[in-house]
């Protein structure tokens, strides 16, 4: 198996605030069925990318043990994870195959 790393670096949120850009998971990220994700939050804010919520200073693994498509969104998000992404974000799939 494979484990795909990414982090959030510093500054991700007031980025994001500003309506820019922010390149941290490929628009669509092919995996295998026993691959692993592993997300690292260097930010000061909570981060949402689709299935991970990310707390800053943590870093969050997941497994992926079914084939299946999932469709995620990053955004940052300081309501503890309970908040509604703005319009117009960015949207990445993660492709997960046999």
Known sequence: ?????????????V???EGQDVDIIPQ???VQ???KIKVRNEDSEFARLG????RP???????????????GIIFSDDSGGCGVPPPGVKTF????RA
Not at 6 to 13: E, K, Q, W
């Open 93 to 96: 799939t993660i492709d997960v």
């Open 51 to 54: 299935i991970f919520d990310v």
């Open 33 to 35: 069925v026993g691959d």
């Open 57 to 71: 200073g943590e870093t969050v693994t997941m497994a992926f043990n079914t084939p299946g498509e999932m469709e």
């Open 28 to 30: 669509t990220l092919k």
């Open 15 to 17: 980025l994001l605030a």
């Open 1 to 13: 198996s494979v484990v795909h790393e990414f982090v959030i670096p510093d500054g991700t949120a």
